[in-house]
C-alpha cells in the first residue's frame, strides 16, 4: 500500500502505455479494431481478464478475436453471452465478449494498482498502445516517482495523455514553470480536446493553428509535459 503525502490530491490521470510481451499490443497494432479490458485478476496463478473486441465490421472483429486466439502471448480465450456492463459507449459498429487467460508476468496491471493508480474506465487498447484512466492519491513529485518505478519494473513506455485537478484543488501543476510558448501549446491542447478520446483534433491541426510545424508542437507538448508531471 503506498501511503499518499500530505499535500496529496486525487488526481484523474490518462497514461498511454507501451510494455514488452503484452498481447494486447500484439493484437491491436495493426488491427482494423481494438479492445476495452474490464479487469485483470490473478487466477491460479494467471492473469484472466474480460474484454470487448470492437470493430466497424463483424469480419475485422472476428480476425481480432482469431488473433487473440493465435497468439503465443495467450493460453486461452473463451466467450461470454454478454457485453461487460459499461457506461462507456463502445466504438466499431460491432462487438464481441471474451475472456483471456494468459502469463501474470506479462500485465502491468499489478505495478499500476499496488502504486495505488486505481482503474476509473475501462482500458482502452488499439493501435499498439494501451490507455489506462486512473484515479490516484499523490502530489506532483511522488507521481512521476510511482510511474518512474512502474518504467522500471516492467520495461514500459509511459506518457501522460491527460491529467485533470479537482475543482479547489491546490496548485498541483504549477503552469508558471512553463515557458510562454509551453503554456500556450498545452492550454491549447486541453481547450481542443486532443487529450480527449477519440481526440477531437490532431497535432497537426493544433500546430496549423500555431503556425508551427507539427514536430514542434509536440516537443513544446513533451517539455511542457514533463514539467508538470516531475518526470524530466
Known sequence: MVPPSQSAVGLRVTLDIWHPDCWTLTVTEDADGGLLGHGVYPIDG????????????????????AAIQNSP??????????????????????????????AIENSINDALVSRGFIPDEPVRMHGGREYWTVIVQTDRETLGKRLDAVRAENDAE??????????????????????????????????RNYYAWPREVSATELAEELDVAKATLLEHLRKAEAKLFGHQ
Not at 162 to 168: E, K, M, Q, S, T
Not at 176 to 188: I, N, T, W
Open 158 to 191: 509511459i506518457r501522460i495523455e491527460d491529467i485533470v485537478v479537482p475543482r479547489g484543488g491546490p496548485g498541483v501543476l504549477p503552469t508558471d514553470d512553463l515557458s510562454g510558448r509551453q503554456r500556450e501549446v498545452f492550454d491549447l491542447a486541453r481547450r
Open 46 to 65: 494467471a492473469a484472466t481478464g474480460r474484454f470487448t473486441v470492437y470493430g466497424e465490421t463483424t469480419d475485422a472483429v472476428e480476425r481480432l478475436v
Open 73 to 102: 502471448l495467450t493460453d486461452s480465450v473463451w466467450e461470454t453471452d454478454h457485453l461487460h456492463a459499461t457506461s462507456e459507449t463502445v466504438p466499431g459498429s460491432a462487438s464481441r465478449a471474451i475472456v483471456v487467460r494468459y
